[in-house]
């Protein structure tokens, strides 16, 4: 679909925002799944609803990106045809499981339609419609000793004639969620205001830690929170480079990005 230039152009500002930029999650879905697709509202230059779904159908995610990773870029390039955005979307997965590497492998056949949110503005975007969609590069590293997380680097990209769509809102009651690890909700182990606290993780998914009145009095309102990641070839702990986010100032949870494994959360 051609987006047409609809508003007048204006004075290039700021926006106004006080988040970090990139995105905060994204969702998909192949683009078979895909119930036609929305017109572009010509009062505001934005899709004029979500894309919906034929029966049966599900979003699949979210996708969550770390705080300090941008997730998403559209780069310009000028070809023979003209102007086209070169879309990227990234993430990434710690470890690796039969499950897991099968259902990349079936993802990288499929063409995608995407959605995210933004952090920085809070509204959501699209790629893809019910015609073309991004492709799957992956990427698994296991890394050496501790220079990095074992796992599956992912990239989907489109090259598009127009930037990604704004989507007024986004309903994802049926998407399917990836699996949550295990909910921390309070001081366990042996934390106190002197000790730390050691929280052993085995599940799939990412760990939630509720940061609650206790946790703060034992370790102020942003502790340091380091993740060992157990290495079952050399049959040690080594210190994972995993990405860690905050909600809320100060913070009310930490989300620790696992992806499930075997290994230790040590707070302090």
């Known amino acids: 679909m051609k987006e047409t230039a609809y508003q007048p152009l204006s004075t290039i500002s700021q926006t106004g925002s006080t988040y970090e930029g990139g995105i905060s999650k994204w969702w998909y879905t192949p683009i078979e799944n895909l119930n036609g697709f929305p017109n572009v509202n010509p009062v505001n230059q934005q899709l004029e609803t ?157 760990t939630i830690i509720y940061w609650t009145s206790t946790m703060i009095k034992n370790y102020g309102e942003l502790p340091t929170i380091e993740v060992w990641a157990w290495d079952n070839e050399h049959n040690n702990y080594y210190k994972g480079d995993i990405p860690i986010d905050s909600i809320g100032n100060p913070p009310s949870q930490f989300i620790i990005r696992n992806g499930g494994g075997i290994g230790k959360i040590v707070i302090s």
């Open 50 to 206: 979500e894309p919906k779904l034929v029966g049966g159908a599900s979003w699949y995610g979210p996708v969550n990106i770390p705080t300090y990773q941008v997730g998403f870029e559209e780069p310009d390039a000028v070809t023979p045809a003209g102007i086209i955005y070169r879309q990227k979307f990234v993430g990434f997965i710690p470890g690796l499981n039969s499950n897991s590497h099968i259902n990349i492998r079936n993802l990288s056949q499929k063409q995608l339609c995407i959605v995210a949110k933004l952090r920085a503005g809070g509204f959501y975007i699209v790629i893809g419609n019910n015609e073309f969609g991004a492709i799957l590069s992956s990427q698994y590293s296991s890394s050496v000793g501790v220079a990095g997380t074992p796992g599956t680097k992912l990239s989907f990209s489109l090259d598009s004639i127009s930037k990604a769509l704004v989507i007024p809102e986004f309903y994802y009651d049926q998407s399917i969620p990836p699996a949550i690890g295990p909910v921390i909700l309070d001081s366990i182990g042996h934390g106190n205001a002197i000790g730390s606290t050691i929280i052993p993780f085995n599940a799939t998914g990412d």
